[in-house]
């Protein structure tokens, strides 16, 4: 049985849902890394360590996000995808930070700005393939040619 494709939505629909989740999709990213650096440099306890080892913590908390950040900054929509994969990380140690009294705040500051970034990386992705779909010219009708008689 063939499968049926179900009708992309049009451009107008797409166009200001694209520009809303991109804006919060780059807007938690940059507030989680902010997060991080800020707790990280300022608030967090090397326990007696040499002065590199804030450094090589936060170098190595940041990493996978710098990985997908060349994604996330021009807007692609596979970077978006993988952001949504390497994100659960973040959400993971948000979790773990809201339950430890001394770190809540940090935590589940984490933990909001991780969700949001999920999903409006999730739903910039799903519009973002609708909408160069819709470019390439999926969706549209056929044109009928007028016949005369």
């Excluded at 992309?8 to 990213?29: D, I, N, Q, T, Y």
């Excluded at 990985?67 to 021009?74: D, E, F, K, Q, T």
């Excluded at 940090?106 to 519009?127: D, K, N, P």
């Amino acid at each position: 049985m063939a499968r049926k494709n179900k009708p992309l939505p049009p451009m107008e629909w797409l166009k200001p849902r694209l520009a809303a989740s991109r804006a919060v999709a780059l807007g938690s990213f940059i507030g989680l890394i902010l997060l991080i650096v800020i707790w990280d440099l300022l608030f967090a306890d090397a326990h007696g360590g040499a002065r590199w080892v804030p450094w090589a913590f936060l170098g190595f908390k940041l990493l996978p996000l710098l990985v997908v950040a060349p994604g996330i900054l021009i807007g692609s929509a596979r970077g978006h995808a993988w952001a949504c994969y390497v994100i659960n990380l973040y959400f993971i140690l948000g979790v773990l930070n809201a339950f430890d009294p001394n770190h809540a705040i940090f935590g589940w500051a984490e933990i909001i700005l991780s969700v949001s970034l999920f999903c409006s990386a999730l739903m910039y992705t799903r519009w973002r393939f609708q909408y160069d779909r819709k470019l390439a010219g999926e969706g549209q009708e056929p044109q009928q040619e007028a016949t005369s008689a």
